[in-house]
């Protein structure tokens, strides 16, 4: 989608409303970035989509004097909790916790202010959340908007578990990519198990029973209800077009629960009684954005019906189907509960070419290119701005980061910074100039047009504040107002750069965080000290520290390149337990060795899973120390240099012992 779809009103542009000085309404704001899943930690990507975007715009409403509180959740009852669990053998409510303590660290680190980020299991809202899981669909019932269905779903009796959510795989039925759970990220329909083409389990259990449940869902009565706010809402087409294809396609039903034990129990399972029917998590956003709405400052509630409080939400595309018809379509239905007046979305955010993932720790975690790199906080969200997913998919490349860093941040910026402080001189600060708050005005005008929802433009928001860095190379008015040059850097850098705005800001004696009604005031600047530097020259080596594997190794691959190194499959990756390679023996469609080959890496404590089968296999012990357990009985201990060899049908297993990670060499053949 291309941007030049979404103009600015001219008049926005290029009206020169006087807003210094000048009495504003002081609006309210309530901003909910989508709830994360606590089964891993924030990366860029999460921050690239909804996390920034929200904290920019609320940094800009407060700003300009409006209250704006970002509130938000970890999705505990999200299913992807309990594969977390399952694969690092702790308790989900373990695996919650301890994430959601991650999540609010690496919100912090990326300087993501929140007002509420908070943990549903934790004592002081657990309650309150479960009621309200409970009171939305009790709402929704009375109003009639509730259907039940039967549906077929699978069910292992040895594990004990539907086949469902996070347990479930196979291909989309409306685009036949591969998809598991309820919604494929490939074309944003959501679907129902039953539906799912070539269902299998990820955990692998085979004795799979087809059984039937019944599970709840909305009815949305008047879909082009609906379909009206959604457009009043002034959302890119291809929401709307997603949505109007379910809701024909699934004749305008939308989930509200689901079988299973892991959530807000709903009602007792027809077919089990151990097992229940829990609130779908989708349908939990609703409830956590009222859990939200009930911390809102000030005593009204944000999603009363009478609220002035605007509401907006951002999220992911894939999310449209929960958002567009659960959330709404479920306000809409109960006339209990004011919709939200804005959900702003994107798409899909890559890093170097490939989708970020948890899984395969291909990914930067947002607290470690911050705290384990000399890359400040406010050149991150600056590139994420400049570089980010809001009409179309992107990529985050280090070398273009690396490259914006030095030449636009370093060179441009911090040196236009270090001169304008080189000449101010406290004592001879006038008010100012006439033609310098004009044009500043009509900056901050079009800085707020290109934020605000619908409408928002995070890229080209940034034009205005490059264009204003460029107008203080006039020499007029570094020279002659550096005073003001900085105040007004600090004013625009504010939503985007806070950490350097903020240095600007108090190192001008100014008070508090940066805003229009503090702008215009002169205070008397204690010129004592240097500035910090706020942008440091990086290198790829800088940033090593904080690159996954998938980038680091992949320079070292292709920069040694030979014809007798061989290629490595993609890896196999249980996070936090082992990555297994299996080499590539494959040359010009001809298999190069009478045996298979790969190389697998344990982590400390961890456990390679129980294997066994008919080729016979050996190992090389390549790095660190563990122990081996042979036929469920043998302990053998290992280290670098061992060579060991498995007999067909022997089981075999290996704990790492060590501190390091474990590489084993393993080759297997069929006699
Ligand atoms: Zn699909």
Redesign the pocket.
Known sequence: MNTAEYPIEPDKIFCFMRIFGSPQVRRKYLLIPAMPTPNGRLHLGHMGGPFLKMDILARLYRRNGHQAEVMSASDVYESYTLMKSFRTHLPVKTVCNDFHELIVKDLSAMMVECSHYFNPLEETFRTTVDDTYRDTLEKITAAGAVVKRTEKVLYSPSADKYIVGTWLKGK??????D?GSYL??????Q?NPEDVLEPAAVTGETDLEEVTVDSFFLKITQPEALIAHIQKMGVPDINLEIVQRYLTHYNNEVRLTNPGKWGVKWQDDIWRGENYNVVFPYSGLLSLSRVCGGLYPGGQHPFSKDSDVITIASFGIDSTIPWFAGVLGSCLATDELKPFDYFLTNHFYRLEGSKFSTSRLHAIWAADIVNKTKASVDAVRYYLTKNNPEFEEKDFFVQDFISLNNHFLVERLNNQIEKCWHYLEPAEVQPISDSLLRALEAALETQSAYLEPPRQQLAESLTVFDSWVKRLTDKNIWKQQPYWALKSIALLAYPVMPKMSQALWTALSAAGAPSLEGFLAIEPVVKNASLPRFFEVLTYEDLLPCLPATLTQATTQSQTSSKILLDFMEPEVEAGIMEVREVNLINNDERIAPFKASRFEVYPGQQSPLDIHEVRECWFVSQGKGEVIYNGTEVVPVSSGDVLYFESNQSHQVTNTGEDQLIIFSVWWKE
């Open positions: 989309c039925p409306h685009c036949h990519s998809a494929c990220e490939a074309c944003g329909m679907f």
